[in-house]
């Protein structure tokens, strides 16, 4: 998968260097699928997307490197599975935490009315929540759905996951390998 900023129509076949940590990757590539992933908030943001590419043919040493990479990768996922495993914690919090931002969607039912807005401020409303403006629109419509079917007790549990989860304090840092 490769995050770009530009629409491609599948089917397109180009070539793709990719410059990996001072190594240098020639690709050949077949665009097989692209989707929008988020669209653009702002005149000066750019809408991002995601495509799936197969590799045709590589050049030079390319494919044995990208092998290279892809093996160094998985062996490190193993490595934090088996450390997480026998219950050692990582020495630091390196995983980025979505979240985190000054920007938040307030969602407030209302009437019967789902009202989505974009604040700066983390308070959660009365009926219903304030989460991330970065949660993509999908997840925020499952959970207004879930907030309309769950109990009082569910609501306030739903609450109280939201505002943790746009926390800015820092807890106990959680070992997951992210690639």
């Given at each position: ?32 699928r692209s989707t929008l992933w988020r669209l653009a908030r ?138």
């Open positions: 998968m490769v995050a770009h900023e530009a629409r491609y129509a599948p089917g397109e076949v180009d070539h793709l260097v990719v410059d990996w940590e001072g190594t240098r990757l020639d690709l050949i590539c077949c665009l097989m702002s005149l000066g943001e750019k809408s991002i997307y995601h495509s799936g590419l197969q590799i045709i043919e590589s050049v030079g040493n390319a494919y044995a490197t990208l092998r290279e990479i892809i093996a160094d990768r998985i062996i490190r996922a193993i490595e934090e599975q088996r450390a997480n495993a026998k219950g050692i914690p990582p020495l630091a919090a390196y995983m980025y935490q979505p979240g985190k931002s000054e920007l938040y969607r307030r969602c407030e039912l209302v009437d019967g009315e789902w009202r989505n807005s974009e604040t700066t401020h983390a308070e959660q409303p009365r009926n219903g929540f304030t989460i991330s403006s970065e949660v993509d629109l999908e997840h925020v419509d499952i959970l207004c759905r879930t907030w309309e079917m769950t109990t009082p007790e569910g609501r306030r549990l739903t609450q109280m996951f939201a505002a943790l989860s746009i926390s800015k304090k820092e807890g106990i840092p959680t070992r997951r390998y992210v690639p």
